[in-house]
């Protein structure tokens, strides 16, 4: 059974930063792509981040290209997003997932990829 718990979120100002971080719960986190997508009120949830199961890979939204940053420690199960120059449109709920494929690496963008979600973490940015 996997268990994705999200953390890190709050308040911040525009221009401020936030690590957001994912523990995995469950077998063989080290085997699967990692992602994180958000949700604004209002809007649909979107695609954020992906990492590959090594670490080798990494894709970014447009959005946040240059801003965030994804990264992996496979021996702690854990997923982190660091999130610079924080604008207010970054405000969203985040969300950690973990790739429905073993091994798979290639870019994943849409919700259908992803096998299991955490519950969400907020971000607020204020201007």
């Known amino acids: 059974q996997v268990q994705l718990v999200e953390s890190g979120g709050g308040l911040v100002q525009a221009g401020g930063s936030l690590t957001l971080s994912c523990t995995y719960s469950g077998r063989a986190f080290s085997n699967y792509d990692m992602g994180w997508f958000r949700q604004a009120p209002g809007k649909e949830r979107e695609f954020v981040s992906q990492i590959s199961w090594s670490g080798g890979n990494t894709y970014y939204a447009d959005a946040v290209k240059g801003r965030f940053t994804i990264s992996r420690d496979n021996a702690k199960n854990t997923v982190y997003l660091q999130m610079n120059s924080l604008e207010p449109e970054n405000t969203a709920v985040y969300y950690c997932?973990?790739?429905?494929?073993?091994?798979?690496?290639?870019?994943?963008?849409?919700?259908?990829?992803?096998?299991?979600w955490g519950q969400g973490t907020q971000v607020t940015v204020s201007s």
């Open positions: 997932a973990r790739g429905r494929y073993l091994y798979w690496s290639r870019i994943s963008q849409t919700m259908a990829e992803y096998g299991s």
